[in-house]
Nanobody
């Protein structure tokens, strides 16, 4: 059974930083992309960032470019999201995702974590 377990969420002031981590287990994820989505209250779930199996290809939504950095450790089957210069608009539940196809569309991802809350106060 595949499990994705996120950690690292919390409350931070605007301008601060947080690092999210996600540990994947239950199968081999070779050649799978990993990434993050988020969902703010009253809004649709949206793509945040993704990284290819090799780590050579990374994509970010425009609103986080230059502030967030995604990375992965294939030996540990983990993916991380370093979030700097956080803004109140970044407040959301953040979901870890793993998928063979990847991309910005929700249905492109095969496995989802339960989510971790990130709250940025002004």
């Amino acid at each position: 059974q595949v499990q994705l377990v996120e950690s690292g969420g919390g409350l931070v002031q605007a301008g601060g930083s947080l690092r999210l981590s996600c540990a994947a287990s239950g199968r081999t994820f070779r050649s799978y992309a990993m990434g993050w989505f988020r969902q703010a209250p009253g809004k649709e779930r949206e793509f945040v960032a993704s990284i290819s199996w090799s780590g050579n290809s990374k994509d970010y939504t425009d609103s986080v470019k230059g502030r967030f950095t995604i990375s992965r450790d294939n030996a540990k089957s983990t993916v991380s999201l370093q979030m700097n210069s956080l803004k109140p608009d970044d407040t959301a539940v953040y979901y870890c995702v793993v998928g063979f196809k990847g991309g910005e569309y929700i249905h492109s991802w095969d496995y989802w974590g339960q989510g971790t809350q990130v709250t940025v106060s002004s």
